[in-house]
């Protein structure tokens, strides 16, 4: 989990510059969520499993981790072809987000299952 996030972050960074090299901003929106959520908050979830291990091994938590990696995916391509090819694109956003809402409950659930056990 924790080496996607930093794979993101690294595709996301590299996305920047060129935006950056080109000025052009257009695909900023995309660009910061695929930081944001494809990228840190990844690398946040990473660091919960590994500093509560019982958390981590749990299948609720791979499914939780793979839910995420590919919303976080998903959601930010998607706000590029909306703000490259239209509106006709819409859709793709609108499943990225259900998907990352999906695995943020799953998350939650997992940290209040797992939360009892450390202080």
Request: with cysteine; charged share 5%.
């Amino acid at each position: 989990m924790m080496c996607v996030s930093v794979l993101v972050l690294l595709v996301g960074m590299l996305a920047g510059i060129v935006m950056g090299i080109q000025q052009n901003f257009v695909l900023a929106v995309a660009h910061a969520h695929l930081n944001l959520l494809g990228g840190v908050l990844l690398f946040l979830f990473g660091l919960y499993y590994r500093l509560i291990p019982s958390a981590g091994t749990s299948t609720l938590a791979k499914v939780q981790g793979w839910l995420h990696i590919v919303g976080g995916i998903v959601f930010p391509v998607g706000l590029a072809l909306v703000l490259l090819k239209g509106d006709a694109f819409e859709f793709v956003p609108m499943v990225g987000a259900l998907i990352m809402v999906a695995a943020m409950a799953l998350f939650a659930v997992v940290v209040f299952r797992t939360s009892r056990a450390y202080p």
